[in-house]
């Protein structure tokens, strides 16, 4: 029975969506391979039987040892969850260079690299699943999120090219459009804003904008769990949609964009971060 269940790589689960991603993946039987950079806050998850394992998504010897762990113990990787990022909250005119490509590291090259490592065992399943961890907002840009924003469109296309190269060997990639969930995803960014802001900054008048771009995500955010039951129930489907959106926002942000003149969308953007009461010295 053991060799039935199939077999997931989740990275980032130390918190929010990845762990609870973890948790329902194995809730469901699941052969779970739970991996953050830090092994100890992967603790709780191996007290309940998954299988834990130390991964820095940007080291390709990093992604090696799981691969090989895998390969040793499983033969074959059913589904492959690339959910590692975060967000560097800035103005773009101030980020610092190393900052705008640390952000790209994590975000975009490191989930190209771990499929790339992955790719031989995604092979050996009969229906193999790459599944992005993607963002609403790719598809909404907003103030001081520009690095963010763009890591995670830059993401969303890879994924497009990624569904049709690889279709042809029975490999479905899945892009989740992610909305507002309940994580530690605003404290760190809130945290990253602390220790980026310059004393001489365009905007230090409206500060409290850049923090509150930093805390959006927070604002009534959909719970991890009840996100993580939804993803992991659409890619159970015979015929699971290549793009989908869960969480708080995730459907009106993509309408606003949709729909709303640009010029008026600029305005209600800047209202809400403050760069409207911005006032040249």
């Known amino acids: 029975m053991e060799q039935q269940k199939k077999v997931v790589l989740i990275t980032g689960c130390s918190s929010g969506i990845g762990r609870a991603l ?28 998954l299988l834990v394992e130390t991964v820095d998504v940007t080291n390709s010897e990093s992604i090696q040892q799981i691969y090989n762990r895998i390969t040793k113990e499983q033969g074959r990787l059913d589904v492959l969850v690339n959910n590692a990022g975060y967000a560097t909250i800035s103005p773009l005119v101030e980020l610092g260079m190393s900052d705008l490509r ?3 590291e994590t975000n975009v090259f490191a989930p190209i690299q771990l499929i790339q490592i992955v790719l031989p065992l995604l092979f050996k399943s009969d229906s193999a ?62 945290s990253a804003v602390e220790q980026n802001q310059k004393s001489d900054s365009l905007y230090t008048t409206i500060r409290e904008g850049i923090y509150l771009r ?11 769990d009840v996100y993580a039951k939804k993803v992991v129930a659409h890619l ?16 009106l942000l993509m309408l606003m964009k949709r729909l709303i003149p640009e010029n008026v969308l600029d305005g209600i953007l800047s209202k809400k971060f403050k760069l409207s009461q911005l006032k040249l010295e």
């Open 102 to 104: 640390n952000q790209f």
């Open 214 to 224: 930093a805390q959006a995500s927070q604002d009534k955010p959909t719970p991890a």
């Open 22 to 49: 973890a948790e329902e993946f194995f809730q469901n039987g699941y052969i779970v391979y739970a991996t953050a950079r830090k092994i100890e806050t992967l603790e709780p998850l191996k007290q309940k039987g």
């Open 236 to 251: 159970q489907k015979s015929k699971p949609a290549s793009i989908v959106r869960f969480g708080r926002g995730s459907l």
């Open 129 to 190: 699943q790459i599944v992005n961890i993607g963002s609403v907002s790719a598809i909404l840009s907003t103030p001081f999120a520009g690095a963010y924003c763009a890591s995670k469109a830059a993401l969303h296309s890879l994924s497009d090219a990624l569904r049709m190269e690889l279709a042809p060997f029975n490999i479905k990639v899945i892009t989740i459009q992610t909305g507002a969930i309940r994580s530690q995803f605003g404290q760190r960014a809130t």
